[in-house]
């Protein structure tokens, strides 16, 4: 089992930038895919960004604004937000699975408890 806790939400205006860590503790393992997803009110958990070991994965909406990292030795993940726009208000999770990634959320394993990021125009 592993357990995540994810940090950085906040209140942005809109251009501006914030910086989402998930931190993984228990059963972790550097070869699985770690990801993040957003939730905004009334919608589906969508997916974000991803990361493995070798490759990372973006949504079409975030690429070339949102960078995902890894740090294996400290068994965290990262997701750095920048030029952020009001439609990016969400609660974020970090999420991981066994094995490559997916877009599906419901091939996530575990899941961490979300962060909100709030982008005021």
């Known amino acids: 089992q592993v357990q995540l806790e994810e940090s950085g939400g906040g209140l942005v205006q809109a251009g501006g930038s914030l910086r989402l860590s998930c931190a993984a503790s228990g059963h972790t393992d550097s070869t699985y895919a770690m990801g993040w997803f957003r939730q905004a009110p009334g919608k589906e958990r969508d997916f974000v960004a991803a990361i493995t070991t070798t490759n990372t994965y973006y949504q079409h909406s975030v690429k070339g604004r949102f960078t995902i990292s890894r740090d294996n030795a400290e068994n965290t993940v990262h997701l750095e937000m920048t030029n952020l726009k009001p439609e990016d208000t969400a609660v974020y999770y970090c999420?991981?699975?066994?094995?490559?990634?997916?877009?599906?959320?419901?091939?996530?394993?575990?899941w961490g408890q979300g962060t909100q990021v709030t982008v005021a125009s």
């Open positions: 999420a991981t699975r066994v094995g490559g990634v997916r877009y599906n959320r419901y091939q996530y394993t575990s």
